[in-house]
């Protein structure tokens, strides 16, 4: 039984010493593969620092071109501004200056209308006055013929 057991124990170590060569590769392995790892990180790391750093320069150059734009149209757009203000002031003098020709031709029509509505009364009361005096001196020629006639012999014929 000695040698069974013998035999056994030096299989069991044989097993051992496979087991922890197994384990010692498979130790390398996984040194091998996180010492991988590390370096493909540490180089994917380099690669986005260097995207980050080009697309960082992408956006800033934008920005600027998008600045410059931005206050060129922002001038253009206060040029209009301005001269839209000074269109609608001036059309709100214009507008002003109207109104008051407007205003002052509206009082010289209505002094004309007056003026004219002064003259046909006035020529309205001298044709009544006209016409009266006409009246009165014919009246005063009726009048006049007729005392004439009261005065003078009728002769009868015969």
Not at 80 to 106: G, K, V, W
Request: proline share 1%.
């Amino acid at each position: 039984m000695d040698g069974r057991v013998n035999a056994l124990i030096a299989r069991m170590d044989a097993a051992e010493i496979r087991s922890e060569e197994r384990e010692r590769r498979m130790d390398e392995k996984f040194d091998a593969f996180c010492k991988r790892f590390e370096e493909r990180n540490k180089l994917f790391d380099e690669q986005l620092k260097e995207q980050n750093k080009l697309f960082d320069g992408q956006l800033q150059e934008q920005n600027k071109r998008f600045d410059e734009r931005w206050t060129e149209q922002d001038k253009r757009f206060g040029e209009r501004y301005t001269a839209q203000n000074e269109r609608f002031d001036m059309f709100i003098q214009r507008a002003d200056a109207a109104l008051e020709r407007t205003s002052h031709l509206t009082t010289h029509l209505w002094m004309a209308a007056s003026t004219i509505i002064i003259a046909v009364c006035g020529m309205v009361v001298g044709a009544y006055y006209a016409a009266q005096s006409s009246h009165l001196g014919m009246t005063q020629t009726v009048i006049s013929a007729f005392q004439q006639g009261q005065q003078t012999p009728i002769r009868m014929k015969d």
